[in-house]
């Protein structure tokens, strides 16, 4: 028998890409086939992250040459206190051990202005990018990240299980010289070694079962100034508030139920990696986060500056939610107040709300704090989308991360969170205006509105909610409903008159770009049995049932196989929405009984 023939013995080939992994018939170690999405858009914002390092770069060495041409005139050149020059001369990677004890050096001298800089600005030579991928598994991800992102250094792929480490490194064998060459595997805890090698990683990639909490604190510590973290949490419904002490102490933050909740969970992971981050003086910018299938997925930068992280209260707010209405309302957590040419840092004043909801007279809870900056940069994001379109055939998942991509695209950035159309109709209990309606009466009083990749129902807009429930209000008139016990939410919104009339003429930007184009914005499940899969190396019994789903069991799980029309895909999508919600719940629950 031959080598590869031995290698292939009991195992089956998956191939992803341009990598391929030997499994175990056995499940002993973990691969989940439509995390492919998951892989393919990790993928594509590396390859944006390597072109933006590279133009950051060269931008830095342009504005350095210019300002050394005009030094190098008129004064010889300077020395810092070790005698080194500070020219351009240096070099990258490798010394990040040594650039944090400096960065904390500064840090510690509060009047010093730390690193914003990223790494690879503050050196001459631009070295290949370093990954860690922390969670790896069968290394698919590393393989693929290795084989296919052009220009990475090295790719670091770790596990603490003995079997996936094993798989791991027979997966890189079998993956030729391209994988052998630059990926290497170590049985390692994630958090020890992410701990033991503080800024040492360009890139890192946290993917673990259910949370990433207990990853956070080192992870924020490994990634280099100006480096990306990505990072997977499958947790939804601790996320999305079945569970919402769980939520506090796993993420810091209060879930609230809402529609809005995948946002919402985005939203608490951000707020939660920010919080670990500003305790070394470093804080994150969000590059692009979203909720894909069953899980989020955000992937951040990281920079070290102890004057921004005096910001990060004006990034994260409290959310009050009403109980009987639709309405929501953000808190800031902090303020600035400016005086004579300087800034000071105030807490946020509140409540911004009544006790009681100006809209239908009911209480609120109250949620947060989660993340209200943008979560995506909008030159990010379309700079991925157009290094994706071209390369259709290198992407398994091409049409999920473009439309994807092109729904995050047209997304208000500077409105956070989101409400249902069909919700807001519900509360008045009136027949909905069709989108095109609804969104022209906003656009034609003044206001933003658009969509959001969470939900196809969902829409972000600045407009008031005063606003809002005068649309409605105008829209029962011509559209009259049943009569509703007097105490109930519609009843109170609708007993107002209307301030403002409203304009439901067809504006010309009721429709986005994309819907105006008919590109579709939203897909069908990934496959019939979709959604997380148990633990590596579990049998799957009847236990099961609730984490994949009774259908699932008895393989007779409903699902579109074709994509929904554009009128119907909201009900649909949202539908499955809440399947997947209700399935993560067992998630958990398995991740808490895990003997
Ligand atoms: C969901 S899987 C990773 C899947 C992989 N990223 C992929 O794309 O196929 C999570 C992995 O994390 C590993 N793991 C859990 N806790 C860990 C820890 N503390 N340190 C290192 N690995 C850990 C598990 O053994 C498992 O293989
Ligand atoms: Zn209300």
Redesign the pocket.
């Known amino acids: 028998m031959g080598e590869v023939e031995e290698m292939l013995e009991g195992y089956e080939v998956k191939r992803e890409g341009e990598a391929e992994i030997l499994m175990l018939k056995s499940n002993a ?4 086939p439509v ?1 492919v999405h ?2 393919d858009m990790s993928i594509a914002v590396l390859r944006t992250f390597l072109a933006k390092r590279k133009e950051e770069h060269e931008e830095m060495v342009n504005k350095k040459n210019k300002s050394h041409q005009n030094v190098s005139q008129d004064v010889p050149p300077k020395s810092d206190a070790n005698g080194a020059s500070s020219s351009l001369d240096g070099e990258i990677n490798g010394d990040h051990g040594k650039q944090v004890n400096q960065d904390a050096d500064k840090a510690e001298d509060p009047s010093t202005e730390t690193t914003q800089t990223p790494s690879w600005k503050r050196k001459g030579e631009l070295k290949a990018p370093i990954v860690l ?6 290394g ?2 590393s393989l693929r990240y290795a084989r296919e992102v052009d220009g990475l250094g090295k790719v670091v792929a ?4 003995k079997a ?1 480490v094993e798989a791991c490194k027979r997966n890189i064998k079998f993956n030729g010289t391209a994988a052998s060459d630059k990926v290497e595997a170590h049985l ?4 020890v ?1 992410m701990l033991t090698h503080p800024k040492e990683f360009d890139v890192v ?1 946290l ?3 259910g949370s990433p909490s ?2 956070l604190d080192s992870a924020v510590q490994a990634v280099a100034d100006g480096g990306l973290l990505m990072c997977t949490a499958t947790d939804m419904a601790v996320l999305c508030g079945n569970s919402g002490e769980v939520c506090y102490s796993k993420y810091g933050s209060y879930p609230v139920k809402g529609k809005y909740c995948h946002e919402m969970a985005l939203r608490i992971l951000l707020a939660c990696i920010e919080s670990h981050a500003n305790r070394y003086k470093r804080y994150i910018v969000p590059v692009l986060s979203v909720f894909m299938d069953f899980y989020v997925r955000v992937f951040v930068r990281v920079f070290t500056s102890a004057s921004e992280i005096k910001n990060a209260p004006l990034k994260l707010s409290y959310v009050y939610q009403c109980v009987g209405c639709d309405s929501f309302h953000l808190q800031c957590l902090g303020r600035t107040v400016s005086k004579n040419n300087s800034v000071k840092y105030a807490p946020g004043i509140g409540p911004v709300v009544p006790q009681e909801c100006s809209d239908c007279g009911k209480r609120f809870n109250v949620g947060g704090p989660i993340w209200s900056a943008p979560i995506h940069d909008q030159d990010w994001v379309l700079s991925t989308l157009a290094d994706v379109k071209p390369m259709k055939d290198r992407y398994p998942a091409y049409n999920k991360i473009t439309s994807v991509l092109t729904t995050v695209s047209e997304e208000l950035h500077d409105v956070p969170l989101f409400f249902s159309q069909h919700n807001i109709s519900g509360t008045v209990k009136c027949t909905s205006p069709s989108a095109v309606v609804f969104r022209s009466a906003v656009l034609n009083a003044g206001y933003r509105i658009s969509s959001t990749h969470v939900n196809p129902l969902g829409l972000k807009s600045d407009a008031p909610w005063d606003v809002i429930w005068d649309i409605m209000r105008c829209w029962v008139k011509s559209h009259p409903i049943k009569e509703q016990p007097s105490d109930s939410a519609g009843t109170m919104i609708l007993s107002k008159s209307p301030k403002l009339e409203a304009n439901f003429s067809r504006a010309i930007a009721a429709l986005s770009n994309a819907q105006a184009k008919k590109v579709k914005r939203f897909l069908p499940n990934p496959e019939r049995h979709w959604g997380p899969k148990v633990r ?1 190396g579990r049998t799957i019994t009847s236990k099961h049932a609730s984490l994949l789903g009774h259908e699932a069991m008895n393989g007779v799980l409903h699902h579109e196989d074709k994509p929904a029309p554009e009128t119907e895909e909201g009900a649909s999508m949202a539908k499955e929405n809440e399947h997947a919600a209700k399935r993560q719940k067992t998630s958990d629950d398995e991740q808490v009984t895990e003997p």
């Open positions: 170690v973990f691969f989940n995390q998951n892989r991928e922390a969670l790896a598994a069968s698919l991800r770790l596990d603490n299980d996936s390692a805890d994630a958090r070694y990639d993917d673990p079962y207990i990853f590596a």
